[in-house]
């Protein structure tokens, strides 16, 4: 049956992906608005976004929860590194506490989005599914939206193209579409890859309770992998010394400059971080193991993301004999296994192509501005907060290297919730920031990773010089914030069904254009 298309309703802000960007945006906006009409769009059937969509063995943060969590709920367990569904929980519990379930939209997934200089609107087109399970089309007219949907394609993951695939007897996986109740239980695994999926993976299946037969990492390229504690000892001392409030935010603070300077002086001192790094896996690896061969990188530290094992579970792995790494090229699929460059076939029940995400910016919608279609990857960002084609549009893009992407949502909220009321006091309904035309760009993420290669031209791209250039720490973000107001130059301001700037208003602060050039983060 074709789907039916109806007028649904209009609302104040749309937010979405009901994910930990688009919740926290809800909480942020609803306590800022309280009066305003703010609703989450969420295609999936629950909450929880990444959290809620893969399901591979042992799930679970790179990145500490002090960090990841938000600000306004600590995290209150006490593993520092959580698993997916421990993460999950933690979100739900946010949605019943701050009564953020009625803005909630389950299964209405955006489909395209039209904006309108005639009304100064966003038209969201959302497919859902109606009471008696027939899919619907309903539009969504929205002052504001925030785009709250990260940037990889939830719908499919990275598969690179394998010679004699379909000659495999086994089963092959992708971590993304992993069978919830898939049973590995005494067979041989091969996971190609050796990002953070196959550090997760490895351990998790190896000590789970029905563990395969061995495990290989099959890699063509080391990675940096250093272990973590899973329990951070100093968060549990300070919420004992300063109470749950305080020392949540404290070990917040301890763990972003943590964060901060250990990545800073990876950056700056490369040869003293790769040794030093060494170092810790020839402590933590079998004596005699060849760690130049499987695992040193042939690129400077945190060129691309460091891996971070918990309690070293992953080396605890190949120490016990249950894991092995080997580092070579793919020749072809066999039947039973992967031929490789050196000869060797690895034989193998299972394949697993842990080899990473497919880059998708605002989950793929189609968005046209009057008509005319808008390229996501030829926008500038601003601040890394808006968009130089998208008005009244706000971008959630958090940290990606030296602190947790979540530190990012409360600074771009606060700069949103800042920005929405000097409009409404000066009675304009639109913003967009306008780059000059012959402005040096380049690529809005600084990391080398395959995944960043293969997808950096859906991402819009970042100036070179503020407020263009994507900051990616916090304490940039913050001087930033503070330094420079929230109305300057860059940005341009107008009424509905006015197509002419509109002039500032008398006493409106305009500052100059930010001069300070952008620090190589």
Request: net charge neutral.
């Amino acid at each position: 049956m074709a789907a039916t298309k109806h007028q649904s309703e209009a609302v104040d802000i749309a937010i979405i992906g009901a994910g930990v960007s688009g919740l926290g945006a809800a909480y942020y906006f609803s306590r800022a608005f309280p009066t305003k009409r703010i609703v989450v769009l969420e295609g999936r059937d629950n909450i929880g976004g990444t959290w809620d969509l893969f399901k591979y063995p042992g799930i679970r943060s790179d990145s500490d929860l002090h960090t990841y969590g938000w600000d306004f709920k600590p995290w209150r367990r006490r593993e520092a590194i959580a698993e997916g569904h421990l993460i999950r929980e933690y979100m739900q519990e946010a949605v019943d506490e701050f009564d953020l379930a009625p803005m909630l939209r389950l299964g209405h997934k955006v489909t395209a989005a039209a904006w309108s200089s005639d009304n100064a609107r966003w038209t969201l087109d959302v497919s859902r599914r109606d009471t008696r399970g027939e899919q619907t089309t309903t539009t969504i007219s929205a002052r504001w939206v925030f785009g709250g949907t990260g940037y990889y394609n939830y719908d499919e993951g990275y598969t690179p193209q394998l010679a004699g695939l379909d000659d495999f007897d086994g089963d092959i996986l992708h971590p993304q579409q992993w069978p919830e109740d898939y049973d590995y239980a005494g067979k041989r695994v091969v996971v190609v890859g050796s990002g953070a999926t196959a550090v997760t993976m490895i351990p998790a299946m190896a000590y789970g309770p029905n563990p395969p037969a061995h495990i290989t990492m099959l890699q063509r390229t080391p990675t940096y992998i250093v272990s973590m504690p899973r329990v951070d000892k100093n968060a549990l001392r300070l919420t004992k010394l300063l109470g749950t409030e305080r020392g949540y935010w404290a070990t917040r603070e301890k763990n972003m400059w943590r964060d901060y300077f250990t990545v800073k002086f990876m950056e700056r001192f490369p040869k003293a971080a790769r040794s030093l790094v060494r170092s810790l896996n020839v402590k933590d690896l079998p004596e005699g193991f060849d760690v130049d061969t499987h695992f040193s990188p042939p690129y400077a530290p945190w060129d691309q993301r460091m891996c971070q094992s918990p309690d070293g579970d992953f080396f605890e792995s190949i120490r016990d004999g249950h894991s092995s790494v080997v580092t070579d090229q793919i020749v072809r699929v066999t039947r039973g296994g992967i031929l490789l460059a050196s000869g060797q076939e690895l034989e193998a029940d299972v394949i697993v192509t842990a080899t990473g995400l497919n880059l998708q910016m605002f989950g793929g919608i189609p968005h046209t501005v009057d008509g005319r279609r808008v390229e996501i990857g030829k926008t500038v960002t601003y601040r890394g907060m808006l968009n130089s084609e998208l008005p009244n549009w706000a971008i959630s893009f958090g940290y990606t290297k030296s602190a947790s992407w979540t530190m990012k949502v409360n600074m771009t909220a606060a700069y949103i919730i800042d920005l929405i009321k000097y409009m409404e006091t000066k009675g304009f309904d639109s913003v967009v920031p306008l780059p000059a035309p012959d402005m040096p760009t380049e690529p809005l993420m600084d990391l080398n990773s395959g995944y960043v290669k293969r997808g950096k031209h859906l991402l819009p791209q970042q100036g070179r010089e503020l407020p263009w250039r994507m900051l990616t720490h916090v304490p940039a973000d913050r001087k930033l914030l503070a330094e420079h107001p929230t109305i300057d130059d860059n940005l341009h301001f107008a009424r509905a069904r006015a197509i002419r700037p509109a002039a500032p208003a008398n006493g409106a602060r305009v500052a100059k254009k930010a001069e300070a050039k952008a620090e190589v983060a």
